[in-house]
C-alpha cells in the first residue's frame, strides 16, 4: 500500500509546476515588461519638433486661413454657426 502512495505522491508532485520555476519566469516578464515601458518614456521624451515650432507666426496664420483647418471639428468657432444663422434667416 506504501508504494501506491508513493507512486501517486511522486506523480501528483511531477505533475505540479515548481514554485521556483514560476517565479522565475513571471520576474524575467515582469523585466521585459519594465524594459519596454522605460524605452517607450525615453523615446516620447524626445522632442519631435523644435521649442516654439508651434508658436512660430507662419503655422498660427496658417490655421486661420486653411479652412480645411480652420473648420475641423474642435477647431471650428461655435459663435459663427449662431452667427450665421442670425443673419441667414432675419425676422
Known amino acids: ?15 505540479m509546476e515548481d514554485p521556483k520555476k514560476r517565479d522565475q519566469k513571471a520576474r ?3 523585466y521585459a515588461v519594465k524594459d519596454r515601458c522605460e524605452r517607450s518614456k525615453e523615446m516620447w521624451s524626445y522632442p519631435l ?10 503655422h498660427n496664420s496658417q490655421l486661420a486661413w486653411d479652412p480645411q483647418i480652420s473648420q475641423a471639428p474642435g477647431r471650428r468657432d461655435p459663435y ?3 452667427l450665421q444663422q442670425t443673419f441667414n434667416n432675419p425676422k
Open 80 to 82: 459663427d454657426d449662431l
Open 49 to 58: 519638433r523644435p521649442y516654439g515650432f508651434w508658436t512660430f507666426e507662419r
Open 28 to 30: 524575467e516578464r515582469l
Open 1 to 15: 500500500m506504501g508504494f501506491i502512495m508513493e507512486f501517486a505522491e511522486n506523480l501528483i508532485l511531477k505533475l
